[in-house]
């Protein structure tokens, strides 16, 4: 979604709480953005979600607007004419702030098309197969989203974070209250722009019924609906849409029938498709609902144990979806030499006594996690916590060769190579200089 960035920590938070609308972290460009998992949502058939675009009240009024302009002249830079468009307000009955968005969208779409000054039917036809039909209706959507920098809604703060709320309520199947939409916008406003205490509480008094007056419009473009106990929801048709808009931004946004194929599959075989790309991260639930944690973790650390950093990774990735019942395997893995560390970070970080990792301790990880995405394709590899760059990871570079990590000469031959930072480069060159010299020496002293 153009313009909106989303936090994981605090979206995950999100789901399970049905809350707050994550707030966006300042000056943070789209490159920089984490993927975000999405929980499955299922999909209704594209024949159903086809018949229900042309009674979207936004995309009817399109077509009633197209047939209402005929052929007429239109200003210089594309629109109906003052006089043309109180007429148009009028005669379809929508209020003129909504008309302009009518208008864009029927000359986006094709349904009008504007040459040499004059606008007139254009080259869409709505007798369009099921296809095209979700095809036109994505390009609806993008249309409505992309005028949020324009003043969709008529509330800067709303627009400022509609890609957030719309998320949002695409993560909660069975709707969100309005006010805790309302207190997630306030919440996210605060992290983005640092208002004043007189500034926030001026917004917190506007927001409910700007608030409402948004929703209603979303509701006018075919994405939201009340659910009977008072909720927000999404329609079938948002569903659809918000998906395809997190789809292109990378998220990994699954439908039901996505996930449930992985649900059967053994741990080697699940851990062997997050590996490869073949599943994400968002197949890990279902699975994990087939099974006990306890039995789900030992089976998990059983092949981390003897495996590969790819593998590691991969299983990290799943125990991080487990709580504390899952404490005794795990608790088990602190025996295991490559299992250890990641066993006690766990324990660590749900509050169970674990022990203690030391500054060694860390840069193996570190290089275990590196040594992962040599094994790992596809979106996998973006669940696995890679190091800083910048100075730390040139440091981190130095200590790698003492930890006696198995993979630290690929490790600091991969980043030598293909390092964008060349001081980054020249450090991985000397340390991978001096593992392999202590390898040797290591292999020299075993041979005795």
Known sequence: MANNVFDLAELRKLIDEQAVVPPRPPEETRAEREALTFPPVPLAPDAELARAVPEVPLVADAIRLTGWTGTRAVTPDGHLTEADAAAAAAELGVPASRLR???????????????????????????????????????????????????????????????????????????????????????????????????????????????????????????????????????PLGVWAIRRDLLREGHDAPTTAEVEVFADLSAAELVAALVNGSATQSAVAGWLERRSPESAARELIEIAASGTAGQRGAVGAILEELGPEAEAPVRQALDHPLMRRYAASWLHIRDLDAPTLGPDDHTWIAVDSLAALMHMSGPAAGRIDTPEPGEDLIRLVGEMPAVGHPDTIAVLDML?????????????????????????????????
């Open 101 to 235: 968005l009518i208008w864009i969208v029927a000359v986006n779409t094709g349904l009008l098309q504007i040459i040499g000054g004059r606008a007139s039917r254009g080259p869409l036809s709505m007798r369009l197969t099921v296809e095209a039909t979700l095809e036109f209706w994505d390009g609806v959507v993008m249309d409505v989203l992309d005028r949020a920098d324009d003043g969709l809604t008529g509330s800067a703060v709303v627009d400022g974070h509609l890609a957030e709320m719309l998320a949002t309520i695409y993560s909660v199947r069975s709707g969100v209250a309005t006010a805790n939409l309302a207190r997630g916008i306030l919440q996210s406003h605060e992290v983005a722009c640092a208002p004043g205490p007189a500034e926030l509480r001026k917004l917190a008094a506007a927001l409910p019924a700007e608030l409402l007056e948004a929703l209603s419009l979303l509701t006018y473009c075919g994405l939201v609906e009340q659910t009977a106990a008072g909720r927000t929801a999404l329609t």
């Open 416 to 448: 030598a190579s293909a390092h964008d930072d060349q001081a980054v480069v020249k450090a991985a060159r000397k340390a991978a200089l001096k593992a392999r010299t202590l390898a040797h020496a290591r292999s020299q002293g075993a041979g005795r």
